[in-house]
């Protein structure tokens, strides 16, 4: 599976963006989603995650409420939609493709990755 994250960019704090990934070489339907995200000097850290039918989604606490994860299998996307968003958000932000575990909040739970897609979010 092949992944491409898209959809970053320049946002004023309190804005939103919603971040895309297609998946390419392999239809994602099987597959459990996951978004992670690295902040300059930090190590890749969980944001969400979906089952592979989008029945259940799992968020990291610091962006509960705010970002949605969703996706459309038909379209082979996963999308992270991320509203009122904050400067500590800055970021690069991967998608992640993996068979389901409990441990979704984990990067060795995915085994594969797309490039990532850059979000500033300036104060």
């Known amino acids: 599976v092949q992944l491409q994250a898209y959809g970053g960019g320049l946002v004023q704090a309190g804005g939103y963006l919603r971040l895309s990934c297609q998946a390419s070489?392999?239809?994602?339907?099987?597959?459990?989603m996951g978004w992670f995200r690295q902040a300059p000097g930090k190590e890749r850290d969980f944001v969400a995650a979906?089952?592979?039918?989008?029945?259940?989604?799992f968020y990291a606490d610091s962006v509960k409420g705010r970002f949605t994860i969703s996706r459309d299998n038909a379209k082979n996307t996963v999308y992270l939609q991320m509203n009122s968003l904050k400067p500590e958000d800055t970021a690069v932000y991967y998608c992640?493709?993996?068979?389901?575990?409990?441990?979704?909040?984990?990067?060795?739970?995915?085994?594969?990755w797309g490039q990532g897609t850059l979000v500033t979010v300036s104060s």
């Open positions: 070489g392999r239809t994602i339907s099987a597959y459990f």
């Open positions: 992640a493709a993996g068979v389901w575990t409990s441990d979704y909040s984990s990067m060795s739970t995915y085994a594969y």
């Open positions: 979906i089952t592979s039918s989008g029945g259940r989604a």
